[in-house]
């Protein structure tokens, strides 16, 4: 499931390293550059709950994407293509 030594792990790392960074650098920067922190919130807007008398389960997920971690995405996918 390889394709040429690269592997999906290491893509997926380094998306989700991409995200974070992106998003600290993009409210560390908020105050000098407003565009960075302008974002979207993507996900369940209630938690979906699951009773089953037995056991109680509760399932949500919400991320908040903003210029600058769309941006540390992108640009961790091209490090990606270059290693």
């Not at 560390?28 to 550059?33: F, R, Y």
């Not at 974002?39 to 008398?53: E, Q």
């Not at 903003?66 to 996918?77: H, K, P, R």
């Amino acid at each position: 499931m390889r394709s040429n030594g690269k592997s999906t792990l290491i893509l997926l790392i380094l998306l989700a390293i991409g995200i974070v960074i992106g998003g600290v650098i993009g409210d560390l920067l908020a105050d000098m550059v407003p565009f960075l922190s302008y974002s979207y919130p993507i996900g369940l807007d209630a938690p979906l709950h699951l009773d089953l008398s037995v056991i109680s389960l509760v399932f949500g997920l919400k991320i908040d994407v903003n210029v600058a971690s769309a941006i540390g995405l992108i640009l961790a996918y091209l490090m990606y293509r270059k290693i």
